[in-house]
């Protein structure tokens, strides 16, 4: 049976059910269904407030978005962000994030496809610049 609490507080319980759902830890942090969702909609904005970039909750996918599918904790961000679920904000930090490791060569399976390519592509047109540049100047200076 679940603990009593405020209706405007979660116990760790359940606040650990709305995260990653129902488990052994916390699996009687709520005695229904209706219970969860009550508590999913009262919490809702904080819990998202708090929660990482590009990635959601248990509830969240549970009651608001269950269209989207959930293909594990790598893919997750890229699913959101490709379902356009992101604030704008949230995407300019987690596109922010995700050049950033491009840059440095790190976790590449888990950035979009489409922003590979569209990275790799400006570095090629970037380094295409660069080459007539840099072949001029190995050349010297001119002679009239």
């Known amino acids: 049976m679940a603990r ?8 760790s319980d359940q606040r650990t059910f709305l995260l990653y759902g129902p488990d ?20 809702r904005e ?13 509830a969240w996918r549970i009651f608001d978005r269950p269209e989207i599918p959930w293909k594990g904790y790598d893919r997750e961000r890229a699913i959101n962000w490709r379902a356009g679920v992101l604030g704008t904000e949230e995407r300019i930090e987690l596109e922010r ?12 399976k888990f950035i ?21 540049r840099a072949e001029a100047a190995a050349q010297g200076p001119q002679s009239a």
């Not at 009593?4 to 116990?11: G, I, K």
């Open 24 to 43: 052994d830890r916390c699996g009687d942090a709520f005695d229904t269904e209706e219970q969860v969702e009550a508590a999913w909609q009262r919490h």
């Open 97 to 108: 994030q995700w050049r950033r490791d491009f840059e440095a060569g790190r976790d590449l």
């Open 46 to 58: 904080r819990i998202l407030a708090d929660y990482a970039v590009g990635r959601r909750p248990w």
């Open 112 to 132: 979009p496809a489409e922003l590979l390519k569209a990275w790799k592509a400006e570095l090629r047109r970037q380094h295409q610049k660069e080459e007539p």
């Open 4 to 11: 009593a609490v405020a209706p405007d507080e979660l116990s």
